[in-house]
Structures are given as structure tokens and as C-alpha cells.
């Protein structure tokens, strides 16, 4: 088999989902941990969690297969420097949650179109290239950070609070599914749908757990959320054999 025809995504399945909301969580109250409870400030941890992020990316596009603790390491990097990215965006550079929803959402969608120009597909199960590769990364990189602005514009700027914030995203996910389950909607939409959708849940569900009482949160240590929910995930992992994607002919 040609290096181009090795896949190193995994397949989308129930367990995928279940990880990728866990992590995405984890992105929310590992980046807190560094950037407001180490006080390290939103640049300083975006710093850092963008160069743990480019080492995982190279890895794992230098990887011969595919490898689910490597896979979910990068995506796990991509959700912290995401939250840390956003943050700064919104609240250090001043442009609010609108500001940094609307810059991040063109960014994302730029993304796909010159993938989509590049290599006529942005299906998943085509991601077995390296130049389809690095369109997969930085697409969920842009997909993960505004992730984070929207959750936060939803639970804050929309009064919505974390509990409001869960149901409306919880709601959009499960609509999602019904689509796929009942209609014949593009496959490839529906799942860059719900993988944005997937960042805002976790962004809310995550701060719900750490955010003060008096913020509508639950006060839990950011260090002991961020521990359970990598256990949880590495369990899974562990737990559930996954396999890469079959590659698209």
C-alpha cells in the first residue's frame, strides 16, 4: 500500500463521539488550568499549547498508521490551544464574543473551500495524503476555536448560562443526528456539523464544571476535572478498539 492511501483518521462512530465531547471538554478546563488558575494570562498558554499542538501534528503526519492515543493527543491539543486562542481573541484583543465568532467562523469556512478547491472532497474518509493532511488539522484547529467563542457567547453574551448553553447544543447535536438517520443530507455536511457543534457543548459543559457558584458553575478543581475527564478518555480508548476510516476510492 502507497504511503497516500493509508488513512490515519478514525472511523466516525458512537465512541468517536463520545472521545471527541470529552476532549473537547478536557480543551476547555486544561486551558483554564493553564491560563487563569497557573495565571500564565491567554498569550502565554496559546503559546505553548500551539507548540505542543504542531509537535503532535507533526508526529502524527509522520506516523506510518493510525494510531488512537497519538490521534487523540492532537485533537485533545487542538481543543486547549483552541479555548486559550479564543480567549484571547475575545476578551485580550477586545473584539468580543460576536467579533471573535464571526472572524473565526470566515476562517473556518475559507478552510474548506480551498481544501475542497484543492482536492475536490472534504470527507473524512479522504484524509489519506499529507496535503489533505494539513487541511484536516488546520480546519479543525479553526473548527475548535471558534468552538470555544461561540460556547462562551451562547452561555454569556446570550444570557443563556452553562445549563441554557448545554440544552441549545445538545438540541442542534441531536437534530443532526435525526438528519442523518432520517434523510439523505450530504454525509460530509452533516459531520462537519456536528464536529464544530461538539466544541461549543464541551466549551459550556466544561465551564460549568469549574465556574464558581455564583457564575452558575459548579466550582470543581480545573486540575481534577482536566485528570478525570483524561482518564475517561484514555479508558475509552483503551477500552473500545478503533479502527482508521476506510479510505475513500
Known amino acids: 500500500m502507497s504511503k497516500e492511501m493509508v488513512s490515519k483518521v478514525p472511523e466516525v462512530s458512537l465512541i468517536f463521539w463520545i472521545i471527541k465531547i470529552a476532549a473537547t471538554t478536557l480543551g476547555e478546563t486544561g486551558g483554564d488550568a493553564m ?90 474518509n479522504s484524509v489519506s495524503s499529507p496535503k489533505a493532511e494539513i487541511f484536516y488539522w488546520v480546519t479543525i484547529m479553526f473548527s475548535q476555536t471558534l468552538g470555544t467563542a461561540l460556547g462562551d457567547w451562547t452561555a454569556d453574551s446570550a444570557s443563556l448560562g452553562y445549563g441554557g448553553g448545554m440544552i441549545v447544543f445538545a438540541a442542534l447535536l441531536a437534530f443532526i443526528a435525526a438528519l442523518y438517520y432520517t434523510t439523505n443530507v450530504s454525509r460530509t455536511l452533516l459531520f462537519w456539523a456536528a464536529f464544530i457543534l461538539t466544541r461549543p457543548l464541551g466549551a459550556v459543559v466544561g465551564d460549568f464544571l469549574d465556574k464558581p457558584l455564583s457564575d452558575g458553575g459548579l466550582a470543581l478543581s480545573r486540575y481534577m476535572a482536566s485528570a478525570v475527564l483524561l482518564a475517561f478518555i484514555v479508558g475509552c480508548i483503551l477500552a473500545v478498539p478503533q479502527r482508521a476510516a476506510a479510505r475513500a476510492h
Open 35 to 124: 491560563s487563569m488558575s497557573l495565571g500564565l494570562g491567554y498569550l502565554v498558554s496559546t503559546g505553548i499549547f500551539a507548540a505542543i499542538f504542531l509537535a503532535f501534528v507533526i508526529v502524527q503526519m509522520t506516523a506510518k498508521r493510525f494510531h488512537p492515543l497519538l490521534y487523540w493527543a492532537t485533537i485533545i491539543a487542538t481543543t486547549t490551544v483552541g479555548t486559550t486562542l479564543a480567549d484571547f481573541a475575545d476578551r485580550s484583543l477586545g473584539i468580543g464574543y460576536a467579533g471573535g465568532t464571526s472572524l473565526l467562523l470566515a476562517l473556518l469556512m475559507t478552510s474548506l473551500i480551498i481544501w475542497h478547491q484543492s482536492l475536490g472532497t472534504v470527507a473524512v
